[in-house]
């Protein structure tokens, strides 16, 4: 005889769960836990086995870090639902399928419908995947959880199914820097990368490291301040511009000059107000405000290029136009982090380089198992 149901409710990346089990398994997830205030409180049953060990890899899947799912699960319905529900459990993560390709899983093409009524009476979503089978057209179709929810959860795996190949492709791509942190910028110190994000727009990194170099080892906003347009100019001509940069470059040394030449009283303010301040710098746009942020203030503010608009549109994911959504998006996505940020930004460039080019070369791609190869190649604004 089964044991009477157990119930939690918790919160997890802002979402309000509420988990069911019995003594054979998990039998319902909801999101939002809606129906939690018609429940009469339980305690103690955080340490019932099936909904601790849920809610642990939960938060491990809302984290980045787990692709599956190992959970006793107990879904009641009838035997085509079940059958519809251990289809589900078969498409890979940051993968999707069509509602006919479920079918056919099930031994029924013609079943298309039933299938997705089955997808639609899912009681335990997210562990049963059936945010992952959208229309045969690509279309998101419906979603118990809302179709925000479901427009997030394969966007959030697609991401880190992305990353997670990179990484095991291209492997750490990091470097010791400044102050002990391991970064893949190619510059160190935190003025030299700031300099780097202006002189790098429209041109490539060796004209960059030309200019840098003509610049000095000991470069500095002082030192910038003191030289004249024209003779900052002719240092930085490799990188092409140069008027114009070294125009830019004046001014954020002017802007760094209101901070006492301190980097570290300019890393001491938060993010929002700095990012403002930055956008207000001459020559300083979003791409170039995140960059600085991220690599030489240490700033949980990921860089959103043209590399991860072409890379992150051919593998199906639907980019929007606008700067900040695309960058909450991914931020949304992955962990909130410096290291993390820091290295993801890196693998999209080192991918574009190698692969992801305006012509691809798709041959032992990391991605191609992924990629639909419908991008759109895109002018760089940062290329490295």
């Known amino acids: 005889m089964t044991a009477p149901e157990k119930y939690s409710r918790f919160s997890i990346n802002g979402l309000d769960f509420l988990i069911k089990a019995n003594d054979k398994g998990i039998t319902e997830l909801s999101i939002p836990a809606s129906t939690v205030s018609e429940l009469p409180a339980l305690e103690g049953l955080d340490s019932f086995e099936y909904i601790s060990e849920a809610k642990k890899q939960l938060a491990e899947y809302f984290d980045g870090k787990r692709a599956s799912f190992d959970l006793k699960i107990n879904p009641q319905g009838t035997e085509f639902q079940i059958k ?29 419908r039933a299938v997705g009524l089955a997808n639609n009476r899912n009681p335990i979503p997210i562990i049963i995947p059936c945010h992952r089978v959208i229309g045969s057209n690509k279309s998101l179709t419906g979603y118990a959880l809302g179709m925000e929810m479901k427009q997030y959860l394969i966007h959030f795996e697609r991401i880190n199914l992305i990353f997670d190949k990179l990484k095991k492709h291209f492997g750490d791509i990091s470097k010791p820097v400044w102050g002990g942190h391991r970064s893949w910028w190619p510059s160190e110190k935190p003025f030299d990368i700031m300099l780097g994000a ?7 990194w060796n004209n960059v490291d030309q200019a840098l170099k003509a610049l000095g080892a000991e470069c500095s906003p002082q030192k910038i301040l003191g030289l004249s347009t024209e003779e900052l100019a002719a240092l930085i001509r490799p990188a092409g511009f140069q008027n114009q940069k070294a125009a830019k470059l004046k001014a954020l040394c002017s802007w760094i000059e209101q901070y006492g030449f301190s980097i570290d009283a300019l890393a001491n303010k938060t993010l929002p107000d700095l990012r403002e301040e930055l956008l207000s710098v001459h020559g300083v746009g979003k791409e170039t405000a995140d960059a600085v942020l991220l690599y030489a203030l240490r700033k949980t503010s990921f860089v959103i290029d043209a590399y991860a608009r072409r890379i992150f549109g051919r593998v199906g994911i639907e980019v929007p136009k606008h700067y900040e959504a695309f960058q909450a998006m991914i931020e949304r996505a ?9 290295a ?26 992924i990629c639909q190869k419908s991008g759109v190649s895109a002018q760089m604004s940062l290329e490295f």
């Open 334 to 342: 992955i962990p909130t982090d410096v290291p993390t940020y820091d």
């Open 344 to 369: 993801y930004h890196g693998l999209i460039v080192e991918h574009a380089k190698a692969f992801c080019r305006k012509n691809p070369l798709c041959s032992d791609c990391p991605l191609e198992t």
């Open 198 to 204: 202006i002189l790098v727009q429209n041109t490539n």
């Open 84 to 112: 519809v529900w251990n289809a589900l459990l078969q498409i890979p993560y940051g993968e999707t399928r069509s509602y006919k390709e479920v079918a056919e899983i099930c031994g029924n093409p013609k079943a298309s």
